[in-house]
């Protein structure tokens, strides 16, 4: 499975590209508000010609859905979120404003993912793990052949997601990253929703919120 990363808005907040051999496709928390960004992204698309087949939410919080809706109408795909992050994404509209947010499209799910399963790309499978604790219906996905993970903001590099927000939880978000994120292999690589890519095996030796 290939990933692609781009960085979007001014939460420099992180959305992935994901594709396999069959060219099939599904783009990961949308991040992207300017039209600048959705011609950045969706050039990039088409000029590997894949296929997309999704819009994929690890959570519903404003930085990672800004792009649900016109991505969605755009290539004519559905929208999956976490079966608990419903109420999150409903509401984004209200409090977009505060954010400075003005043409912000909401966007109504087709599918909701449960929170044990697989998502396909394809011939590819992710294995769909649960962890909230930023939120509360947060998933990460997990290609356990590749050993890639996209970690929405569970786990940063040396960080970890906030939990300041509505549902969050920092007990919980610790308790998740240690029972089911640090029991991954320690050469797999975690794709975060901000900064830089990490591995599992860097977070349980350096990260000072949560050391194995």
Same mark, same amino acid.
């Given at each position: 499975?290939?990933?692609?990363?781009?960085?979007f808005s001014p939460l420099y907040e992180n959305t992935y590209v994901l594709w396999d051999h069959t060219m099939k496709a599904i783009i990961v928390d949308p991040g992207c508000y300017e039209k600048y960004e959705f011609d950045e992204i969706i050039k990039f698309i088409d000029d590997r010609k894949l296929q997309i087949?999704?819009?994929?939410n690890t959570h519903?919080?404003?930085? /990672?859905?800004?792009? +649900?809706?016109?991505?969605?109408?755009?290539?004519?795909? *559905?929208?999956?979120? &976490?079966? +608990?992050?419903?109420d999150n994404l409903r509401a984004v509209e209200a409090y977009a404003p505060n954010w400075g947010i003005? /043409?912000?499209? *909401?966007?109504? &799910?087709? /599918?909701?993912?449960? +929170?044990?399963?697989?998502?396909s790309i394809g011939e590819t499978d992710l294995k769909v793990i649960y962890a909230p604790g930023h939120s509360p219906g947060h998933?990460?996905?997990?290609?356990?052949?590749?050993?890639?993970?996209?970690?929405?903001?569970?786990?940063?590099?040396?960080?970890i997601g906030r939990t300041d927000l509505p549902g969050g939880d920092h007990d919980t978000l610790i308790e998740n990253i240690k029972t089911k994120l640090f029991t991954? *292999?320690?050469?797999?690589?975690?794709? &975060?929703? /901000?900064g830089p890519?990490?591995?599992i095996g860097h977070e349980k030796e350096? +990260? &000072?919120?949560?050391?194995a």
């Open positions: 499975m290939e990933v692609q990363s781009f960085v087949k999704a819009i994929v519903c919080h404003i930085d /990672h859905v800004l792009g +649900n809706e016109k991505l969605k109408k755009h290539f004519k795909v *559905p929208l999956l979120i &976490p079966e +608990n992050e419903v003005t /043409h912000y499209e *909401p966007a109504t &799910p087709d /599918h909701l993912i449960e +929170n044990e399963g697989t998502i998933q990460v996905f997990y290609y356990e052949e590749g050993k890639k993970l996209i970690g929405g903001d569970v786990l940063f590099r040396d960080s991954l *292999p320690d050469e797999t690589v975690v794709y &975060p929703g /901000h890519t990490t591995t350096h +990260n &000072p919120f949560v050391k």
